[in-house]
């Protein structure tokens, strides 16, 4: 995760960290913490850049752009 986040040309430079919070062999789900640095609030960034759906977005390209 660290190595998507930090090359990532939208995130690249606000993300500081990537830290597994949980981890289960039994179903295979990971639990982890991002941790981003963001500028003073402009208008849209939380809203779009920091959507939860984006982030999510970039590593998924980064796993189809793998295979």
Avoid: W
């Avoid at 949980?22 to 941790?35: G, P, R």
């Avoid at 963001?38 to 295979?67: A, C, H």
């Amino acid at each position: 995760l660290t190595a998507v986040y930090s090359s990532s040309p939208a995130l690249g430079r606000y993300f500081r960290s990537a830290q597994v919070i949980s981890f289960s062999n039994e179903s295979s789900t990971v639990t982890y913490q991002l941790v981003f640095s963001v500028p003073p609030s402009t208008e849209g960034f939380m809203e779009n850049t920091m959507n939860p759906d984006f982030i999510r977005n970039i590593l998924r390209q980064n796993i189809y752009d793998e295979d």
